[in-house]
């Protein structure tokens, strides 16, 4: 008798249809309140934007420190919220682009909750073919990454924001060309105030490459003991000066967000132990030229 109510019960629920998966949350959609805005500063070019009014406005910054398609994203406001400590975002420049997740960190801009990216990124994700080759690349090698066209560029009219938000938010951009451009023209200028030929540049044979694997610049025994007895992490952007002989003259920090000790372990660890092979202009001769990257200090 319990044998076969213990069967029917299974019957039963093996029977039943499964429940509907529950419809993804509709996007709070923010306009811009205020027009694009350059900022020219000494180590990098910032293009900012507001979106949304009062309780909803939000902060879209877009940080560039050298000539690239890549930009570092800070996105700021009450309603970017999070709980979530780290891990990855789900961010869309739509509607045409494809989503990409990219590494955050919960911060704050002023007052304002923030969602600070640790990494670099771009309108569009690499292809899935870019993206094997840079999985399968030694560690000094460089993948060639195909450049993001203008009407690609001009075709963007929103950027998305999922994960980790429990609502997603939607920032009415429009089309990104002309905001992108402008962030070129102020790249242009910030290489000028380098010392940098950026003419040659732009015909460079090869670009400044390390010697070895920039991951053994810094070692564990570089975290500040300050910052480490209070559990405190860092993300640091530097650059270097480089000479034509390879050899870094001089450590410049692009953006941090913790306190000086972390900026000083970074340069201090890099001139001591990043090494390079020089850039080449077009006709292969060497040139002075520079090198970035970021470090990430964090505890397990």
């Not at 920090?253 to 090494?275: G, Y």
């Not at 390079?276 to 292969?284: I, K, R, T, V």
Request: proline fraction near 8%; glycine fraction near 6%; include cysteine.
């Amino acid at each position: 008798m319990a044998k076969s109510f213990v069967a029917s019960l299974l019957f039963v629920a093996l029977g039943m249809p499964a429940p509907a998966a529950a419809a993804a949350p509709a996007p709070l959609i923010l306009k811009p309140t205020s027009a694009w805005q350059v900022d020219y500063a000494d180590e990098r070019c910032r293009l900012g934007r507001q979106f949304g009014e009062g309780k909803q406005t939000v902060l879209l910054f877009m940080d560039r420190f050298g000539p690239s398609e890549y930009f570092r994203l800070t996105i700021a406001g009450q309603v970017v919220k999070t709980f979530v400590e780290k891990g990855d975002a789900d961010i869309q420049f739509g509607p045409t682009e494809e989503e990409q997740q990219l590494a955050f960190l919960k911060g704050n801009l002023g007052k304002e909750p923030a969602l600070v990216f640790s990494g670099s990124a771009r309108i569009a994700p690499p292809s899935a073919a870019e993206l094997l080759a840079i999985k399968n690349r030694g560690k000094t090698e460089w993948v060639v990454i195909q450049p993001i066209s203008e009407d690609r560029q001009k075709a963007v009219r929103h950027l998305r924001v999922g994960k980790p938000l429990r609502k997603p938010v939607m920032l009415e951009t429009g089309s990104m060309r002309a905001p992108l451009a402008a962030l070129d023209t102020c790249i242009d200028n910030l290489l000028t105030s380098w010392g940098v030929d950026v003419e040659r540049h732009k015909t460079l044979s090869r670009t400044v490459t390390p010697l070895k694997s920039p991951d053994k610049w810094i070692m564990p025994s570089d975290y500040p003991n300050e910052m480490l007895s209070a559990g405190q992490p860092a993300l640091v952007s530097f650059r270097l000066s480089i000479g034509p002989d390879g050899v870094p003259a001089a450590c410049h920090i692009q953006a941090t967000t913790r306190p000086k000790e972390f900026d000083n372990a970074v340069c201090k660890s890099v001139m001591r132990r990043a090494r390079f092979s020089p850039a080449l202009d077009a006709q292969g001769q060497p040139l002075a030229s520079y090198y970035q990257n970021n470090v990430y200090f964090a505890l397990p």
